[in-house]
């Protein structure tokens, strides 16, 4: 599948469809951009599991940290990556041998390893790279917009009213808005040299 | 596998608009209020620490300002937007992002008047060096670059004079010196250019003009094109290294490629303080509907009133680029196919006297300092708005004694050409 671009149905499925995710990577402090989007995704009702071995003992937000993904004990639907790319295959072949395998492999924005979502992929896994599933979220329920970012998307629907930890407003009906080609020109291209020069 | 891109006309009316989710109101309502409240103190929290997208204070975000951020992000091709107080607040609120005292950018010689004062005197006292180039010659431009350049401003199309600058070229050497291009895109409106594709990283305008385009507003914004790198070579500290402000955050690794677009908010617009009214962003907005309507008629009424004036005996030149022997026409044919704008300078034989003589019979067309009115305007720029330039800054940004300039409106053509006619005549 293409991972330059992913439509927004697809994005939408998987943040409508997963509830428990595990955040490798995830920080305690309260500036870094992984504590934002977990914080973030634990108020929209997602069950979130930090993972970091470095933490154990402690706990984020109430969710006690946890040594690495064969330690959560029980099923999750999606591994939100937040590593860089050159520790990204390790934790894609830990997640290869969970029972059950996990439904997606999110990697955070700016990073992306095209063999490891191969891999994910052979095994039915769905994969998005490079994104970040709090600004998806926010993209496609609209509340992005009132940053003043260009969701990428338009309606003529009156939207479900979003209320504090429910999930309703990322069904809005949308199609497809502004686009941002310039932009994604410049991942595409940033993306090509770095794999040109590794 | 990509979703369907709407048209320019669809986005107009659509982008960053949907109904009221409370009321199902399909306006978007003017959301006159100061502040918002809090679920409870974590929520407050985490706005505070823009851990989550909300509503604070409309100094800082607005609903009904937002949705005129998103509308014109999504015009520009951009990714982010920040509407502001006025065209002259979203210059300051941009080099405010780019430049630290001691720092130099490069600006074309052919600005609007207000912007060359602008960047001349406010501008000096912050210690922020303006290096002036020629955009009717880009290797200027090179020739400017220092280790001190942080940033290169020019205009689309220029206010006075309606020339055309060339973009791309300007943008390759922005590219070379590791530095964004932004463009003022006031006059052109994304109908007529859009900036982002040709180059541009950040692009600028003054709602005031067309875009709000009635006459009845001041407005600003800035759009985010998402393509600069701001953590190359540590020149953008204010983007790549941990803000004080927020306890730390790195702006660019957090909000990645709408970073810049967040500094002028946060940072700028919150501290600086130029916020845009909610009932201005709703005058604004609603005419930015009919954008590509008007742009277009503007466009066609300008080539019909330049086309007349320079068959007329009493004219000595009408520079429009528009016109097939303007030397800036082969640009404007690249750039703005569309048109070449509504905004342009000609000159009479009789000189300065005959140019306020025709100011002062003109009935139809309105006397007054601004452009990009549905009705048509009038003025003699060296005794108004350039009026603060020595002779020879007047003359070289295309604002000499014997020039007047007109903004042509949405009006019939045919009754324009007549006023002219009996003014010139008189
Ligand atoms: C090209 C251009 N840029 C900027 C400005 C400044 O905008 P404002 O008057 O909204 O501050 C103007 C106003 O005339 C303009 O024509």
Redesign the interface.
């Known amino acids: 599948m293409?991972h330059d671009?992913?439509?927004?149905?697809y994005i939408r499925e998987i943040l409508n469809t997963v509830k428990t995710v595990a955040m490798v990577g995830a920080s305690p402090q309260?500036?870094r951009?992984s504590?934002?989007v977990f914080?973030?995704l634990a108020?929209r009702g997602y069950d979130m599991i930090p993972i970091n071995p470095g933490q154990v003992g402690k706990s984020l937000l109430g969710k006690p940290f946890v040594a690495s993904l064969q330690e959560i004990g029980r099923p999750v639907d999606m591994i939100d990556i937040f590593r860089s790319a050159e520790h990204v295959m390790p934790i894609v072949d830990i997640a290869l041998t969970l029972d059950p395998l996990p439904k997606v492999v999110w990697m955070q924005?700016?990073v992306r390893h095209d063999e490891a979502a191969a891999k994910l992929e052979a095994a039915g896994i769905k994969v998005v790279m490079n994104r970040?599933p709090k600004?998806e979220y926010?993209r496609l329920s609209?509340?992005?917009?009132?940053?003043?970012?260009?969701?990428?998307t338009?309606?003529?629907?009156?939207?479900?009213?979003?209320t504090?930890g429910m999930r309703l407003?990322l069904n809005?009906s949308s199609?497809?808005?502004?686009?941002?080609?310039?932009?994604d020109?410049?991942?595409q291209q940033?993306n090509k040299d770095k794999n040109d020069t590794a | 596998?990509?979703?369907?891109?709407?048209g320019f006309g669809?986005?107009a009316v659509?982008?960053?608009a949907?109904?009221?989710?409370?009321t199902?109101a399909r306006a978007t309502p003017i959301y006159q209020t100061t502040s918002f409240v809090f679920?409870d103190a974590d929520?407050a929290a985490?706005l505070f620490?823009?851990?989550?997208?909300?509503?604070i204070y409309t100094r800082i975000?607005n609903?009904t300002t937002?949705?005129l951020?998103?509308r014109v992000?999504?015009?520009e091709?951009?990714?982010?937007?920040?509407?502001v107080a006025s065209g002259h607040a979203a210059q300051l609120v941009v080099f405010q992002q780019l430049l630290q005292p001691g720092d130099e950018f490069i600006a074309s010689r052919k600005l609007y008047g207000g912007s060359i004062n602008q960047f001349s005197h406010a501008f000096k006292s912050f210690g922020w060096n303006v290096v002036w180039a020629d955009p009717d010659d880009v290797p200027s431009f090179e020739r400017a670059v220092t280790d001190k350049t942080k940033a290169i401003f020019i205009e689309s199309i220029a206010n006075p004079a309606g020339s055309i600058t060339d973009i791309e070229a300007v943008a390759a050497v922005a590219r070379k010196a590791g530095v964004p291009l932004i463009v003022d895109n006031t006059l052109a409106t994304p109908y007529l250019i859009k900036p982002?594709?040709h180059g541009a990283d950040i692009v600028v305008h003054s709602l005031t003009k067309f875009l709000g385009g009635h006459g009845n507003s001041l407005g600003g914004i800035i759009v985010d094109?998402?393509?600069f790198?701001w953590s190359k070579g540590n020149k953008y500290p204010v983007l790549s290294e941990?803000r004080p402000e927020?306890?730390?955050?790195k702006l660019q690794?957090?909000f990645?490629?709408?970073a810049f677009?967040?500094a002028c908010?946060v940072l700028g617009l919150r501290d600086l303080g130029p916020a845009l009214s909610p009932f201005n962003a709703f005058l604004i907005q609603t005419g930015i509907e009919t954008l590509p309507l008007r742009m277009q008629r503007h466009s066609d009424n300008a080539k019909a009133v330049a086309e007349w004036l320079s068959a007329h005996p009493k004219v000595a030149a009408v520079n429009y680029s528009g016109l097939s022997d303007n030397r800036y026409h082969t640009l404007a044919r690249k750039y703005a196919p569309k048109g070449a704008g509504a905004v342009f300078t000609f000159s009479l034989k009789g000189g300065y006297d005959a140019g306020v003589s025709l100011v002062s019979n003109l009935k139809l067309f309105s006397h007054l300092a601004n452009v990009g009115d549905t009705r048509s305007l009038v003025i003699h720029p060296a005794s108004t708005t350039h009026s603060q330039l020595d002779d020879e800054a007047k003359t070289r940004s295309g604002a000499g004694p014997d020039v007047v300039r007109l903004s042509v409106g949405i009006e019939d053509k045919e009754d324009l050409i007549a006023d002219l006619e009996q003014a010139l005549n008189a």
């Open positions: 293409n671009s992913y439509n927004d149905a309260n500036v951009p504590y934002f914080k973030y108020e924005l700016g970040c600004i926010g609209s509340e992005i917009q009132w940053m003043g970012v260009n969701s990428r338009l309606s003529s629907k009156r939207a479900p009213i979003p504090q407003s809005r199609l497809g808005g502004g686009s941002t080609a310039a932009a020109r410049v991942a940033n | 596998m990509n979703d369907r891109i709407p669809t986005l659509h982008a960053g949907q109904p009221d989710p409370t199902g679920n929520h985490s620490g823009l851990q989550s997208f909300g509503n975000t609903p937002a949705v951020e998103e992000a999504a015009l091709g951009g990714t982010a937007a920040l509407a982002i594709d094109a998402g393509t790198d941990p927020y306890h730390g955050i690794e957090t990645g490629n709408f677009a967040i908010r």
